[in-house]
């Protein structure tokens, strides 16, 4: 089933498609949402206002992403990036990072330095390779299907065009 008959065929069951964080909140807090798909950040939200949202990872496994930090084979200063990037990565920095965004660290080595750290770690399951390995890692789709399909999927333009034709 292409992407485009697959958004058709689910978009009779969904209540609202959320642009962002913040709209994905207010559907739950003003009452438009009572189940759905989220983030761990908007979870974590909801339960610092009082909100009771219980969040549970599907048997079947779930999306995620990874954000990322990316070097430039043109950088000017190449040994001062790497030194930039081996300072980013490094277990103090990274337990900083995790607990300033409220996310999991990279370098696991993070978890344990210090109590935010630690408890952003147990939010996302960090230390825990069961449930990561429930999570397909988003990734950006490509013509390629990397597999004996050759060229039959789709890239990320072909669901934008798809998108644009289900929501206008």
């Known amino acids: 089933m292409c992407i485009r008959d697959r ?5 009779k069951n969904v209540g609202e498609y959320w ?9 739950y807090t003003n009452g438009d949402s009572v189940i759905g798909s989220s983030w761990q950040y ?21 999306t995620g992403w990874s954000d ?15 030194e930039w990037m081996n300072w980013m990565a490094s277990p103090d ?4 990072v995790a607990s300033w965004f409220g996310e999991a660290p990279a370098n696991l080595k993070a978890c344990g330095i210090d109590k935010a750290s630690q408890a952003n770690c147990d939010t996302y ?16 789709p490509v013509s390629d299907c990397g597999d004996d ?9 072909d669901g934008v065009q798809a998108w644009t034709e289900i929501k206008g």
Not at 42 to 62: D, H, I, K, M, N
């Open 125 to 140: 399951h960090a230390e825990d390779q069961a449930y990561y390995d429930k999570i397909a890692f988003w990734q950006t």
């Open 93 to 96: 920095t990274q337990a900083q």
């Open 7 to 11: 958004l058709k065929a689910q978009n």
């Open 68 to 82: 990322t930090w990316m070097l430039s084979n043109q950088a000017a200063h190449p040994n001062c990036m790497l």
């Open 149 to 157: 399909r050759g060229t039959e999927c789709k890239t990320y333009d």
């Open 42 to 62: 908007q979870t974590s939200a909801l339960e610092a206002a009082g909100e009771p949202v219980p969040s549970e990872l599907p048997s079947e496994g779930t």
């Open 19 to 27: 642009p962002d964080a913040t709209k994905n909140i207010s559907s």
